[in-house]
Every structure is written in C-alpha cells, then in structure tokens.
C-alpha cells in the first residue's frame, strides 16, 4: 500500500525557513508526480506547489512563487518543500500527495492525486 509520511513541520517566526519531506513508503517516487497542498483552518484546500515523476516540471501557486522551492531526490524517495520568507497567512496544515500519472500541471489541481499523507502542522507566528 502506497504511503507518505510528511515532517518538517513546526513553529517559525516570520521572515523564517522550513524543509518539509515527504517520504514515501511501498513505493518507489519515480515514476509519481507529487504535490503539496495546504489547508488553514475555515479555508479551502489549496495546492502549494507541484513535481513532476522526472522533476523537469514544477509548478507554484501565485501565493509562493519566489518563496518556496520544491525539489525531489529520487535516490532517497523524498520530496521537499522549501519554504523561506515565510508569513503568518501561510500556517497551515501541509499534505503531500502522489500522482500515478507523473504530471505537474498548473495550478496542481488536487484531483488528479490519489495518495494523501496525513499532514505536517505550520505555524508561522512571532
């Protein structure tokens, strides 16, 4: 059974930096596009950023566009969300998730994910 495991997540100042992973488990990331998504509480799902199974394709949403940086290593079957400069708005709730077909698209519509991780906590507060 496919799993992801997010970590990383935490209490920042604003201004601050945070790594999230997502680690996957019975399987193997290459041939999955993986994306990130975030939900803060009394809002709406949004998608965060996204990779595609070859990493040639990433996409971010308007929101963490220059701010945050998603990377993946095959090698050690683990995605990253770098996220620098960050802001109170962007506490939240962090889920990666996993797609057979290995796309990125824009603006990472969480439809076309299949496998969730059941979520890493940020909170960026002074």
């Known amino acids: 059974q496919l799993q992801l495991v997010e970590s990383g997540g935490g209490l920042v100042q604003p201004g601050g930096s945070l790594r999230l992973s997502c680690a996957a488990s019975?399987?193997?990331?290459?041939?999955?596009?993986i994306g990130w998504f975030r939900q803060a509480p009394g809002k709406e799902r949004e998608g965060v950023s996204c990779?595609?199974?070859?990493?040639?394709?990433?996409n971010y949403a308007d929101s963490v566009k220059g701010r945050f940086t998603i990377s993946r290593d095959n090698a050690k079957n683990t995605v990253y969300l770098q996220m620098n400069s960050l802001k109170p708005e962007d506490t939240a709730i962090y889920y990666c998730?996993?797609?057979?077909?290995?796309?990125?698209?824009?603006?990472?519509?969480?439809?076309?994910?299949?496998?969730w991780g059941q979520g890493t906590q940020v909170t960026v507060s002074s």
């Open positions: 998730a996993a797609d057979d077909k290995g796309r990125s698209w824009y603006p990472c519509p969480s439809r076309l994910y299949n496998d």
């Open positions: 019975g399987f193997t990331l290459d041939d999955y596009g």
């Open positions: 990779i595609s199974s070859s990493g040639s394709r990433t």
